[in-house]
């Protein structure tokens, strides 16, 4: 039986998130899966190992693999792990965030879930006042620890930007 670490990604976040991820598999001998979420696909068929056949919504969306994993994506994830003694795949999953990755993690029955925190600001701010956070979703929705990597933590001294008063 192995044992799964399960990273969220997206395009454009900080490396930080996946190197703690890898660490953290790298400590408890597991297998580091690096899991996006396509919003713009829909799940079609799945597999015992968490991967999916999926479609894409529109259909002139390019630049992914068969499997619906970002091109780019996958080889940013090979440079950033690029000599790490962590092996690693990739899974792309549909739907709502949270409940695809905790799905995947209980497929995959992983130890954890890592995410990263969102970086600070106005715009980031609303999105997580009206989508919710991923990582407090899954945090109240789970039976397996949640890891979260603050990206751009803010001095307690300082107003989180949704908590200044207008």
């Known amino acids: 039986m192995s044992t799964y670490v399960l990273v969220g990604v997206v395009p454009g976040q900080p490396d930080a998130v996946v190197l703690e991820a890898a660490a953290f598999a790298t400590r ?61 795949s990739t899974r792309a999953v549909a739907g709502d965030p949270a409940r695809a990755l905790a799905h995947l993690a209980d497929t995959l029955d992983a130890a954890m879930i890592v995410v990263g925190t969102r970086e600070s600001g106005i715009r980031a701010g609303i999105q997580e006042f009206f989508n919710g956070s991923v990582a407090v979703h899954l945090a109240h929705r789970q039976h397996r620890p949640v890891v979260v990597i603050p990206l751009a933590p803010v001095p307690f001294r300082d107003e989180l930007p949704w908590e200044a008063n207008g």
């Open 28 to 88: 408890f001998h597991a297998e580091l899966v690096c899991a996006t979420v396509e919003l713009g696909r829909y799940v079609v068929d799945e597999f015992a190992d968490g991967s999916i056949v999926s479609l894409p919504v529109d259909p002139d969306l390019l630049d992914l693999d068969d499997d619906g994993f970002s091109l780019a994506l996958r080889d940013h994830l090979a440079t950033v792990l690029d000599g790490r003694n962590v092996v690693w």
